[in-house]
């Protein structure tokens, strides 16, 4: 999976996790990171993720043949969403465990299937190419035009 995130296949990365693993994915909207914060969205990102993951563990531990697990989890940085089941954090997790580099991936290509469909929205910012991302693209346009409507308040552009 390394080697294709390095050579730009995440995509590939990405089909290879949803059919190897049991995942889920957690998404917070603009406005919810200006309530909270970043850190508090990215948190209930994790948490929603985790969820999500676990309506599906059942049925996908019966298809391997798998009768009996326990939850635990990792995840990167130096906070632990607040999950049901013992959660540790550890920076740069994602560089050195496979699950939280696979979480990662989804994380990472399911943002940016959300920022390629903002795009045909608001096709002036740009977002099929910097996927929202703060490259230097990405800031000029928004000194030139200002934010978009998906664009988080509390991000400083200037």
Not at 137 to 150: D, W
Request: with cysteine; hydrophobic share 35%; net charge positive.
């Amino acid at each position: 999976i390394r080697t294709l995130i390095e050579s730009g296949m995440s995509d590939i990365a990405e089909e290879i996790i949803k059919e190897k693993a049991c995942w889920g994915i957690g998404l917070v909207d603009h406005a919810t990171i200006d309530r909270i914060n970043i850190l508090q969205a990215s948190l209930l990102a994790m948490k929603t993720a985790y969820s999500n993951m676990i309506q599906k563990l059942p049925e996908w531990a019966k298809v391997l043949g798998i009768t009996s697990y326990k939850l635990n989890g990792i995840t990167d940085g130096t906070k632990c969403p607040e999950v049901s089941f013992e959660c540790r954090c550890e920076p740069k997790a994602d560089g050195k465990y496979p699950e939280v580099m696979a979480a990662s991936i989804l994380a990472k290509t399911e943002r940016d299937r959300v920022m390629i469909e903002y795009a045909k929205k608001y096709p002036e910012y740009g977002y099929e190419r910097h996927k929202g991302y703060a490259t230097k693209e990405h800031l000029e346009i928004l000194r030139r035009i200002g934010p978009s409507p998906i664009q988080r308040q509390s991000f400083n552009y200037k």
